[in-house]
C-alpha cells in the first residue's frame, strides 16, 4: 500500500513545493508500479517555435519520480534528486503532459528511476498513453536519507 | 560579436518564453566564452527541506544554454534542447542562482554546452562567483536547425 | 527486414571493430523491435570487489544501440555516438551480461535507444531475460550522417 | 597527500582489473586537484570511420574518476559508478587519448567527478593538454561505502 495518498501529495505541493501549483502538476495515481502524473496546460508552457518549454517536461519528470519515491518511503523531506538525465524525443504540441514514473532500482539509499513523457488529450485516461509515441525520456536518481526507510 | 543583445533575449523572453519571467531569469552578461545568467529568488523557488526546487536550476541552467546559443547564431527559434544531464552538489540555501554556460563544442548542428551553477548573494557581481562551490552541474545538448548558421 | 544480418555485423566487428571481439560481443536477435546482444564472460571483465567493470556494460550498451541503427539503416560507418548516459543499479556476478536494445526515437539524423541489460545464466535464452532484475539501465544518441536513410 | 601512489594504483590495476591493462592505461600524476590518465594507442582503438570507439574513451573516463577517487580515500575496492554521462564532441584521430579528472563534489557517500578528454600526441606532457580542443567530456557519480572514509 502507498505511503502517501494523493491527497497527501497534493497537500504537500500546495504547501512546500510552490513550483508544483506554477506548473499544474496533478497527481493522478499510484498503483503498485509506480505512478502517472499530468502537468495541466497553460500558455505559459510555451516556448518559441509554438512548442511545450523544456523545463515543463523536467519539471514534470522530475516530480514525478518524486511522488514515486514518497508513496514507497512516506513523507520523507530530504528525499532530494541527485542527477537527472532527460532526452528530449518529439516537439509536443500545445497541451497536456503525462508523466509515467517507475523505479529502475529501489535502494535503501538511492532510488533510480524512470519517466516517460507523453502528450495529452484532455479527454483521454491517463492509462491509455502507454501506446502513444513518447515526447521525451528521463531517468533520475533520488537521494534518501538515512534511517528514511 | 554577439548576435544577439541582452535586450533581445529579455524582449523574446517575454514575449515568447513566459517561463522565463515566472522564474525570474535575467541574462546579465555576454562575453567571448559564454554567458552569464540570474535566477532571481522568490518564495516559488523553494520545495520541501527549505531548499530550491531542482527544476528551477535546471530551468536556468538550460535558458542559459538557449542565450548561449541564440548569442552565436541569432535569434533562431527552432533551436531546441536535445537532452539534459544535471548533477545536484550541494543545497542551496534560499537566494539567487547564477549560471555561467559555456560551449563544449559549438557544432553546425549540434551545440554541448556546459553550465555551471552558484548560490548567490544579492550584491555580488556575478563574475566573482568563479571561485565558489558550485551547487549544481549541467551538460546540455542543443540541435540548430539546417541553415541556421 | 533488418538492412544489415547478424553476419554481417560480426564480419564488420571482426574486421573493422577489435574492441567487440576484446570483449566478446555476440549479436544475438534481431527483430522488429529491437535487437540482444550478450558479452560473453572471461576473467577480464573482473574487477576489485568481484563484480564486472562498468566499461564492460557501457561497451555492450554501446555496441548494442550501435546494431540496432545499423539493423534499421545498413552497415553505415559513420553513424557514432554523441552522448550517452548509465545507471549501474546492482552488482553483477562473474557472468555473461545481456542487453536489450530498443529505439525511444528514430529520427533521420539523431536515433535515441534505450538500453536494459541482465546478469545473464549461460543457458538461458536471451528472450527470458524480460522478467530478470536489471542490472544496468542506458540511453544513448547517435547521429546520423546527412544522406544515409 | 594521495592516499594512493601512482604504482599502488598500477598494481591494483595489474592485480585486479585486467579490463585497464586491455585499454593500455596509464595513471600520469595525481595533484591537489585531480589526476592526469592516458590510454596509450593501439589498433584494437579503432572503429569503423578510423576514428577511436566510444568505449575507449569511456572506459578511460571510468578509470580516471576512480582514481581520483582512491587517491582521495585509499584503496577502497567496493567504490562504484552508480551513472555516468559522456557527450562525444570529436572524432580523434588514431592515437593516445588523455584524460584529466577533478571532482565536482567530493562527498563522504558520493562523488561526482568531471573528466575532460584529449586527443594526444605522445611527445606532448599531459600538463600541456589544458588548451587543447575536447575530443569528450563525462561526468560520473562513485558510491564509497560506509565507513571508508
Not at 502507454?130 to 526507510?149: D, F, K, L
Request: with cysteine.
Amino acid at each position: 500500500m502507498a505511503k502517501i495518498t494523493i491527497q497527501d501529495f497534493h497537500q504537500l505541493a500546495t504547501e512546500r513545493l510552490p513550483f508544483a501549483e506554477l506548473m499544474g502538476l496533478q497527481l493522478q495515481s499510484i498503483d503498485s508500479e509506480g505512478v502517472w502524473m499530468r502537468a495541466c496546460y497553460s500558455d505559459k508552457f510555451l516556448r518559441p517555435g509554438g512548442t511545450i518549454a523544456g523545463p515543463v517536461m523536467m519539471g514534470l519528470a522530475d516530480a514525478a519520480i518524486y511522488a514515486l519515491v514518497l508513496s514507497r518511503i512516506g513523507p520523507v523531506e530530504l528525499a532530494v534528486t541527485t542527477s537527472l538525465n532527460i532526452n528530449f524525443l518529439r516537439k509536443p504540441q500545445p497541451g497536456d503532459i503525462v508523466a509515467r514514473a517507475t523505479p529502475l532500482k529501489f535502494g535503501k539509499r538511492l532510488v533510480i528511476g524512470e519517466v516517460a513523457l507523453y502528450s495529452a488529450d484532455k479527454n483521454k485516461a491517463t492509462s491509455e498513453f502507454t501506446n502513444s509515441e513518447i515526447v521525451a525520456h528521463a531517468t533520475a536518481t533520488y537521494s534518501i536519507p538515512p534511517n528514511s526507510n
